[in-house]
């Protein structure tokens, strides 16, 4: 693929990841929260991956065409996001020295983030109108195989950057347990009022 296509993308995909949301809370959460990040970083590209998957199959342009399976997916997003942001504001995290809050494990905090991800019916909506623009179907690669290399400079990207926030979270808080608990309940607030504001959209959008 050229440069210059990638280098594009990656532009326009780094202010996406850039911008705080419901990963974002998820990652910060993580840090505070436990030990290390990568289970919950992982899970979140995870989430992020299934979706480029999803796109460069062509599922993605079926799914979006169809009102009502979109609506379910928006539903059961926003839902785990709210029941998520619940939890996370009733019980706000405080980094402890050598406290492990695992919560059933590593695998458990992955499942968590790829559902976050690959539930949140933007991130699905965001690959199924950004990914297919940076796609030339007279390129030596296929349009398919086009969409996955670009989906993975976004994972890469998602990688770094949520890495960070989450260990970034845990080092700056990590003295300050006030500051941390009102962090804490202030992602689970944000992720409580991304899945309320789907949800609303849904509502107006089939009383439209």
């Known amino acids: 693929m050229p440069f210059g296509t990638v280098a594009a993308f990656w532009a326009v995909s780094f202010l996406f990841v850039v911008t705080p949301g419901a990963d974002w809370a998820y990652a910060i959460s993580a840090g505070l929260r436990h030990r290390s990040v990568v289970p919950a970083v992982a899970g979140l590209l995870t989430g992020h991956v299934a979706a480029t998957v999803v796109v460069a199959a062509g599922v993605g342009a079926l799914v979006a065409g169809?009102?009502?399976?979109?609506?379910?997916?928006?539903?059961?997003?926003?839902?785990?996001?709210?029941?998520?942001?619940?939890?996370?504001?009733?019980?706000?995290?405080?980094?402890?020295?050598?406290?492990?809050?695992?919560?059933?494990?590593?695998?458990?905090?992955?499942?968590?983030?790829?559902?976050?991800?690959?539930?949140?019916?933007?991130?699905?909506?965001?690959?199924?109108?950004?990914?297919?623009?940076?796609?030339?179907?007279?390129?030596?690669?296929?349009?398919?195989?086009?969409?996955?290399a670009l989906g993975l400079v976004h994972v890469a990207s998602c990688a770094v950057i949520y890495t960070g926030v989450g260990a970034g979270a845990r080092v700056v808080l990590r003295a300050r347990p006030t500051a941390a608990r009102t962090v804490s309940r202030f992602s689970g607030a944000a992720m409580m009022l991304i899945g309320v504001v789907l949800l609303m959209e849904q509502v107006l959008h089939w009383k439209s």
Do not use: C
Not at 105 to 133: D, E, T
């Open 66 to 148: 169809s009102p009502v399976v979109l609506t379910v997916l928006t539903v059961v997003g926003s839902v785990y996001l709210v029941w998520l942001g619940l939890g996370m504001f009733r019980h706000p995290s405080v980094p402890q020295a050598g406290v492990d809050h695992a919560e059933g494990g590593w695998a458990r905090q992955a499942l968590k983030g790829a559902g976050i991800s690959g539930l949140n019916p933007k991130v699905f909506l965001l690959f199924l109108a950004l990914l297919p623009q940076f796609t030339n179907p007279h390129n030596s690669w296929p349009v398919a195989g086009q969409i996955v």
